[in-house]
C-alpha cells in the first residue's frame, strides 16, 4: 500500500520542473485517471500544451459534450400503452433496451472519455438497480440525468436525481406517503449522497427528511415520468437540522445545502479524491478542494481543475497506484489498442464487465461497488486473462489487427528491432513499465514467436510481415497476466 509520507505534492499548481517533468509518462497517467488511457496522437497533441491548458482543455470540452442520442424508446409507456409492440412482449423488448443503453455506455466511454468516466463514476455515487424499476424510460432518464449534471452543480444534481423514477423506485421514494413515510431514500441521501455515514445528522432528521419528501410518484407498471401527488403529501410542520417549517422536496435541499455545507463538500471531495488519486485519502487536499466547492456554490467544474492541476495529482506516488475496474480494464484495451468494436464485442465486454464484479447499470447494492482491492481476487484476476485471451485470439478482426501494427510503428517509429517494439508496447499499456529488464527480455522473446532468429539478426525482418499482427497478439497475451497491467 502506497503511504502517505511517500507523497510531496500539495494542492497548489503543478509546474514541471527537472524533478518533476511534463513527460510521457505524466501525460499518460493524465489521461489514465481523466479516461481510459492515451492513445499516442493524444500524447504527442498533450505535450504541445501546459499541463494547465490540456486539463482546462479536457474539463472544458466534457462539460459542453451533448448527451447521448436519445432512443427511439425513450419515451414508451405501458399504460398507456405506447411504443412496446404488445404488454406480453415488454420484457423483452427491455432487456434489449438495456444491452443497448450498456453498448451506449461503453462507446460514450471510449469515445468521450472523461464526461462518461464521471457519468459511471456518478452511477456509483447515486446508485439504482435495474432490476428494482425495470423500465426503459426510466433508464433513459437516469442515464441522461448523469450525463447533463456530471459536471454540473452538486446541490442541482442532488435535486435531480432524487425524482427520476429509477430513484424513486429504487429507494422506495415512490412509496412514500403521508400516512406510511418510508425512509430508505431520506437515510441514503445523507448516509451515501451528501453527508457520510454518521456526519451531522440523526434519526430524527432522518424520519422529518421522509415526511417532506412524501408525494412522489412513480410505477414501473406504467413507465410513465415521475409526479408529484399533493393527495400523498405529508402537509404539516417538519423539523430539519433544527429548522422547522412545512419543509417540502425543493426546502430539504435548500436546508440541506445551507445548514450542512461544510459536511456535504468534504463527503463529496472525499468520494472524487479516493476514486479519481488513491483510495486512502489525503484529508488536507480534501479540505482544500471542499473549500473550493463551497466557495463556486457547489459547482463542480473547479473542483476537478484543482484537483487535476495540482502538484498533489502528478506525484510519482500515484503512477499506477490504482487498480482498475473492469470497465477502466476493457474500454481501456479498446481505447488504447484501437479496436475495431463492433456490437458483438461492446456485448461481449458488458458481460465480461459483469463477470467480473461490475454489472452496468446494476451495482451490487446501494452503497455501489466498493472498487480498488475488491476488483482483484484470485476468481477475477483469472477471469480478467481467461476474458481477454478468449477476445484476443477468436475476435480480432483485420481492421483492428492493422491498427495494432500501425500503432506499433507510432509507437517505434517503424522500427524492425524486435526489442523495441517490445519495450515500447508494453511501456505504452503499463504505468511504469515493466520492473525488472529480465521482463523485457520474456517480452521479447515472445514477441519474436516462432520466427527463426536470423531473420532478426539480418534486420530482415520488420512490421509490414504478415506474421506482425500475430506476434503482437502473442506479446498481448504476456502482458495482461502481469499484475501491472491491472493497474492505472
Known amino acids: 500500500m502506497l503511504t502517505t509520507n ?12 527537472v524533478a518533476k517533468p511534463w513527460n510521457k509518462r505524466r501525460v499518460e ?18 505535450l504541445l500544451l501546459s499541463p494547465s491548458a490540456l486539463i482546462d482543455q479536457i474539463v472544458d ?20 400503452l405506447s411504443g412496446y409492440s404488445s404488454t406480453d412482449n415488454a420484457d423483452d423488448e427491455m432487456r434489449d433496451h438495456l444491452r443497448e443503453w450498456r453498448r451506449q455506455l461503453l462507446t460514450d466511454m471510449e469515445v468521450n472519455g472523461f464526461r462518461d468516466k464521471l457519468v459511471l463514476f456518478w452511477h456509483n455515487h447515486f446508485v439504482t438497480g435495474w432490476s428494482t424499476y425495470q423500465c426503459s424510460k426510466y433508464l433513459y432518464q437516469y442515464h441522461l440525468t448523469l450525463q447533463q449534471y456530471a459536471l454540473g452543480n452538486l446541490k442541482d444534481f442532488v435535486y435531480e436525481i432524487g425524482k427520476t423514477p429509477a430513484m424513486l423506485i429504487f429507494l422506495d421514494g415512490a412509496l412514500s406517503t403521508k400516512n406510511n413515510p418510508n425512509e430508505n431514500y431520506a437515510r441514503e441521501l445523507y448516509e451515501l449522497f451528501t453527508l457520510g455515514e454518521g456526519n451531522g445528522y ?4 432522518i424520519i422529518e427528511t421522509s415526511r417532506a419528501l412524501t408525494g412522489w410518484r412513480a410505477s414501473p407498471g406504467t413507465c410513465v415520468d415521475a409526479y408529484f401527488d399533493p393527495t400523498r403529501f405529508d402537509n404539516l410542520s417538519k423539523t430539519i437540522f433544527g429548522q422547522t417549517g412545512n419543509w417540502n422536496y425543493d426546502d430539504v435541499h435548500d436546508i440541506l445545502f445551507q445548514q450542512r455545507s461544510s ?15 488513491y483510495n486512502v485519502p489525503d484529508e488536507n487536499i480534501v479540505s482544500a478542494l471542499a473549500t473550493t466547492l463551497q466557495n463556486n456554490n457547489f459547482e463542480l467544474v473547479p473542483v476537478f481543475k484543482q484537483l487535476f492541476k495540482s502538484d498533489h495529482f502528478f506525484d510519482d506516488a500515484f503512477v499506477g497506484a490504482a487498480i482498475k475496474s473492469p470497465a477502466d480494464y476493457f474500454v481501456g484495451l479498446l481505447h488504447q489498442l484501437k479496436i475495431n468494436y463492433t456490437t458483438t464485442i461492446l456485448d461481449y465486454v458488458a458481460n465480461g464487465c459483469g463477470l467480473l464484479g461490475q454489472v452496468l ?10 472498487g480498488h482491492h475488491a476488483w482483484i481476487t484470485e476468481d477475477t484476476l483469472t477471469r480478467r486473462w481467461d476474458l481477454v485471451s478468449d477476445y484476443l ?45 529480465e521482463m523485457y527480455n520474456t517480452a521479447t522473446q515472445v514477441f519474436k514467436s516462432d520466427i ?9 525482418w520488420n512490421l509490414d510481415w504478415p506474421e506482425a499482427p500475430d506476434q503482437i497478439n502473442a506479446l498481448l497475451g504476456y502482458l495482461i497476466r502481469l499484475p501491472e497491467f491491472q493497474l492505472a
Not at 440523526?202 to 432528521?205: A, E, L, R, S, V
Open 6 to 17: 511517500c507523497v510531496t505534492g500539495g494542492i497548489g499548481a503543478y509546474v514541471p520542473s
Open 29 to 46: 497517467h493524465l489521461y489514465r485517471r481523466m479516461g481510459f488511457g492515451a492513445t499516442p496522437d493524444q500524447v504527442t497533441a498533450a
Open 61 to 80: 470540452q466534457a462539460a459542453t459534450l451533448p448527451a447521448s442520442p436519445t432512443p427511439v424508446w425513450a419515451s414508451y409507456t405501458l399504460n398507456p
Open 202 to 205: 440523526t434519526q430524527t432528521d
Open 263 to 277: 459536511e456535504v463538500a468534504h463527503h463529496i471531495c472525499r468520494k472524487i479524491y479516493k476514486h479519481f488519486v
Open 361 to 370: 447499470f446494476e451495482p451490487v447494492d446501494v452503497a455501489g461497488w466498493p
Open 393 to 437: 485470439s477468436a475476435g480480432v478482426d483485420t481492421v483492428t489487427k492493422d491498427n495494432w501494427v500501425q500503432l506499433a510503428k507510432d509507437l517505434t517509429n517503424d522500427s524492425n528491432d524486435p526489442s523495441v517494439v517490445a519495450a515500447a508496447i508494453a511501456d505504452y499499456l503499463l504505468p511504469n513499465g515493466l520492473s525488472d529488464p
Open 452 to 460: 527463426p532468429e536470423n531473420y532478426f539478426e539480418d534486420y530482415s
